[in-house]
């Protein structure tokens, strides 16, 4: 396992399109995070899932945001009808559910809405 | 809710030197974790070092320390002997222990150059 990996690293769409984003997480952890970070700022959380089930969601998932982990392996991080202002790093880290809690984060897919 | 402040945006150091990176947080909690995570340009988050608020001990991590002042809240990084490589900006983060989601919290970083 070579740890937490996102795709695509990359996407460009123009505002009011759909997108779609994927994490694998480490194989071992059944915990996993979608965070949003923006330009000089640290990430934000957005939401958690424990194995298969959506626990925690920020406000700043608004109804246009969707986030699922089907079989509690990898999750899907879906914006609908994007926004300039949905521009920003996606990350997403995976972490077991026992202490310490350490998470381990992928790469991030950098989202550039126009 | 909690908040983490890293008050210095930027700094630089000489590569060998030792440099120290601020942090404070606020909460109300008595059980959390701290942590510091390293991004480098154009790279992924990385785990720095890790401290349990329940212990009084610091934590090391190779060239890598913490000043962890509980009562004051805050919670600094010592870079010693700096590298090329530590060059990134470093997160402070938090994160309280609820039996739940344990998300962190992150300050907004601060931006350190290691110069040759």
């Known amino acids: 396992d070579t740890g937490v990996s996102q795709n695509p690293r990359h996407k460009i769409t123009k505002r009011g399109q759909n997108v779609t984003f994927r994490c694998d997480p480490i194989s071992e952890h059944n915990r996993l995070y979608w965070y949003r970070q923006t330009l000089g700022q640290g990430p934000e959380f957005l939401t958690y899932?424990?194995?298969?089930?959506?626990?925690?969601k920020s406000r700043l998932l608004s109804d246009r945001f969707s986030a699922e982990r089907p079989k509690g392996s990898f999750s899907t991080l879906e914006i609908q009808r994007t926004e300039q202002g949905d521009s920003a790093m996606y990350l997403c880290?995976?972490?077991?559910?026992?202490?310490?809690?350490?998470?381990?984060f992928g790469p991030g897919t950098r989202l550039t809405v126009t | 809710a909690q908040t983490v402040t890293q008050s210095q945006p930027e700094m630089s150091v000489q590569e060998a030197e030792t440099v120290t990176l601020s942090c404070t947080y606020d909460t109300s909690e008595n059980n959390y974790y701290l942590f510091w995570y390293k991004q480098p340009p154009s790279r992924q988050m990385i785990l720095v070092i890790r401290q349990e608020a329940y212990k009084q001990q610091n934590a090391t991590e190779n060239r890598f320390s913490v000043n962890f002042q509980k009562a004051a809240k805050s919670f600094s990084l010592k870079i010693s002997d700096s590298q090329l490589g530590d060059t990134a900006m470093y997160f402070c983060a938090f994160m309280k222990v609820q039996g739940g989601s344990e998300k962190l919290v992150f300050g907004k970083g601060t931006k350190l150059t290691v110069n040759p």
């Open positions: 880290a995976s972490s077991f559910e026992t202490g310490p809690y350490e998470q381990y």
């Open positions: 899932f424990q194995n298969e089930a959506q626990l925690e």
